[in-house]
């Protein structure tokens, strides 16, 4: 049995698979996918900043040890445990990263977007379309694309509990993102159209005291 289809096991007790209920009569699905777990990994997980600052803490090791003097072996040791711990945690973080992108799914209907999200203890997260006040998508260079969507007040969302699905260092206006998704501009332009047509439709609204303001993050995504 494949990983995947292990997964997709765990995950049984789902009426709908990504979904907490069966989707009621009017809606249906019109997209349905998981972060590409390389890029996800390494976007989230800020796996390349990661390397450079062991890398360059080896380097500056090594020079203040060949400064002063040190033998080889001692030099060598004084950049070997940087190294060895940078890469142990590239290769840790990494790991999480896929895990988190297995147990990852992102829907969108014609009626909201759902994050099926979590680690430890996995959640479904509903955001209906009447509290979405916008969308941007920001592309990456690997093909993968990020869908940020700016929650309109008084609604909120938990930072916490969507890490990392969230746009980086908005902690006080936290903003879901559907993070690092194959064909980007193709599911923009699949939430862009449902948001459209769904502009006239009555949709409850999960109110709170707090929300952050709608905002844009990279380019607007097209109805």
Known sequence: MSARHAHEEDFGYEPVPGLPEVL???ERILWQGRPVWSSFARHAFHLVPL???FIALAAWRLASALEDGLAAFDVAQAALWPVA???LLVVAA???GRYAASTTLYTITNRRVVFR???ALTVSVNLPFAVIGSAALRRHRDGTGDITLAILRPARVSWV???PHTR????RTPQPMLRNVAEPEKVAQI???ALAAANAMPVAAVTSDHAPAPASHGEPVAA
């Open 85 to 87: 711990l940078g890469g």
């Open 117 to 119: 999200i979590g680690m």
């Open 51 to 53: 390397a450079i600052y």
């Open 24 to 26: 009621p009569t009017g």
């Open 161 to 163: 509990m969507f890490w």
């Open 94 to 96: 990494g790991l999480v």
């Open 191 to 193: 939430l862009g159209r």
């Open 168 to 171: 980086p260092w908005r902690l």
